[in-house]
């Protein structure tokens, strides 16, 4: 009988012992939560600090660095290129961009407000170049965390119809 109190006893000391270390490491976890929130709170007001995010900012005069110097968009939209356009989207954009909402990379919708067909063409099809050069896509390389857009290897013809697609978006 003595034998059994004293096991009962043991098992429950160890298990006292076994919580009280449990409480010490959520305390741990604890306070690398807080050391993590603070510098992971310091880049967010780097950003607000600018008056506008560079994902919002309005730039239409830049047409960025890159092959396409000069772009016309007729005032009719191509409906067949649109179609093609959001295919090559979907198969290649998808992954980084959603429509309507900010992902890896800037929402797409309303891009043509904000930025010259140009400098999205040119962003397509040269973005290395263009984080490297244009300040522009430096300052969106930074909003969207160091997030790099990959060079997808499209053709002029295939960023064109992305762009086409772009036009149809809201």
């Known amino acids: 009988m003595k034998a059994i109190v004293k096991s009962i006893a043991l098992l429950f000391a160890l298990l006292m012992i076994s919580c ?4 010490e490491e959520k305390k741990e976890e604890g306070f690398s939560v807080q050391r993590k929130k603070a510098q992971t709170e310091q880049p967010a007001e780097t950003i ?15 047409k960025g660095v890159g092959p396409i110097k000069a772009i016309e968009l007729p005032a009719q939209i191509d409906q067949a290129m649109v179609e093609e356009g959001k295919k090559v989207y979907d198969q290649m954009c998808l992954a980084c961009h959603r429509i309507g909402k900010k992902f890896i990379g800037p929402a797409p919708n309303g891009i043509l407000e ?10 397509i099809l040269n973005p290395q170049e263009m984080v490297q050069q244009d300040p522009l896509a430096k300052d969106l390389f930074q909003e969207f965390n160091g997030s790099p857009m990959s060079n997808q290897g499209l053709t002029e013809d295939q960023a064109r119809a992305i762009l086409e697609y772009f036009r149809t978006l809201e």
């Open 48 to 62: 607000t600090t600018n008056e506008v995010k560079a994902s919002e900012r309005v730039d239409l005069t830049t």
């Open 114 to 123: 904000r930025r010259t067909p140009e400098w999205v063409m040119n962003m």
């Open 20 to 23: 009280g270390g449990k409480k």
